[in-house]
């Protein structure tokens, strides 16, 4: 692979380009590394920014390449911008480059016509964004520490609520998943957070793991609650999980409940550096698989399932909520310094189900578990 890294995209949405830069610019820019320079090739109304801002050597200009020159001689601002990128790495000398998997495919075919190696590399970026520092543990854990003030707030309103005809009641309205929702968007933006809303299934729709739960909450029903909001300040997500049934759980809630703590335990017991993700996803499916429930490391060839344990096990969190490395089936050797989620899940189509989500950080020796909340099931008011 090329020894010199290229990317172009806007670092407001582009996580690589954010860790690379450490700059937020909500325009497309270039950015470059070769021989041991960080080059940042942007417009003026951002090169002081970045000049400020950035982890950048040196900042240019398109103005330093005939940027204006060229939309005045006929070319859509577009290509311009596609010939400023030529134009910069021929001034750095650069022929060859490492690309991430979401380079531009416009720009990767204009640099090709000119005689340019442009060769995706995804490992390469992944790596970078893995092992995380102190400054972005720390923005991981304000994120954290966000959500588990929503999730204080989760346990308040359905332990505040009571019975009513259609459902839970508080402060004299229907509890639905909607107004549950809304009040933990309102605990995350008080902390400084943000991010698409949280997940609420509530009874049956917790079955169906990603899908926004609406309607009433009801008694005797688990409630899944996955909150993986962005901490403004630094970027950084969180991700966890807890489910609840406000009085008393049916008998097979509380066994799945009892078999996915037990599933959650053993995994989390089996992470360390150098663990592969998979090992540590086995160690979750032999816990399921004693209680009586069925996992995918089973299923032949054609085969589906889409009950019971059906998803890998955890991912890491950073700059994105799900980025590498993989904790299931096709897992990753973990890093120190990776943070990871541990999720494991039982569900029924039809009723509900149970999943539990920790956050940790991966250490030479084990696991440091990021999450601090209880995991208990049943609310009562």
Request: glycine residues 12%.
């Amino acid at each position: 692979m090329p020894d010199s890294r290229l990317i172009y995209a806007d670092s407001i949405r582009d996580p690589d380009l954010f860790v690379a830069t450490g700059v937020s610019i909500v325009d497309p820019f270039t950015y470059v590394e070769t021989d041991g320079k960080r080059v940042i090739v942007t417009s003026e109304l951002e090169a002081d920014a970045a000049r400020r801002n950035s982890s950048a050597t040196d900042v240019w200009t398109g103005s330093e390449f005939g940027a204006r020159e060229l939309v005045k001689g006929g070319m859509s601002h577009e290509q311009a911008s596609l010939e400023v990128v030529r134009r910069a790495l021929e001034k750095l000398g650069v022929r060859d480059v490492a690309v991430p998997p979401s380079f531009p495919l416009e720009l990767a075919d204009y640099l090709r016509g000119h005689g340019l190696t442009v060769a995706p590399d995804r490992a390469a970026f992944e790596m970078r964004r893995r092992v995380k520092d102190e400054r972005q543990l720390d923005g991981i854990r304000a994120a954290q520490k966000a959500t588990e003030a929503a999730f204080a707030r989760a346990v308040e309103v359905i332990g505040g609520s009571s019975p009513g005809g259609d459902g839970l009641v508080f402060e004299g309205e229907t509890l639905t998943a909607e107004r549950l929702t809304a009040e933990l968007e309102d605990v995350l933006r008080a902390h400084g957070c943000e991010g698409e809303a949280p997940l609420v299934g509530n009874g049956p729709t917790g079955a169906n793991v990603h899908e926004h739960g609406k309607g009433p909450i009801r008694p005797h029903e688990s409630v899944i609650i996955d909150i993986f909001p962005r901490h403004i300040a630094s970027r950084y997500h969180a991700d966890m999980t807890r489910t609840f049934c406000f009085g008393d759980a049916p008998e097979q809630l509380r066994h799945m409940h009892a078999t996915v703590y037990e599933a959650l335990r053993v995994s989390e017991e089996r992470i360390a550096a150098g663990v592969n993700g998979a090992a540590v996803w086995e160690a979750a499916c032999d816990a399921i698989e004693a209680g009586g429930y069925r996992t995918t490391r089973g299923l032949g060839q054609g085969e589906t399932l889409d009950e019971d344990f059906f998803h890998g096990l955890g991912h890491g969190v950073g700059v994105e909520v799900h980025e590498a490395p993989n904790l299931g089936l096709a897992g990753d050797d973990l890093l120190a310094g990776d943070v990871v989620t541990i999720e494991p899940g039982v569900y029924r189509k039809g009723f509900g189900g149970i999943r539990l989500e920790d956050l940790g950080v991966v250490r030479e020796g084990g696991c440091d578990i990021l999450t601090d909340f209880p995991y208990d099931l049943e609310i009562r008011p």
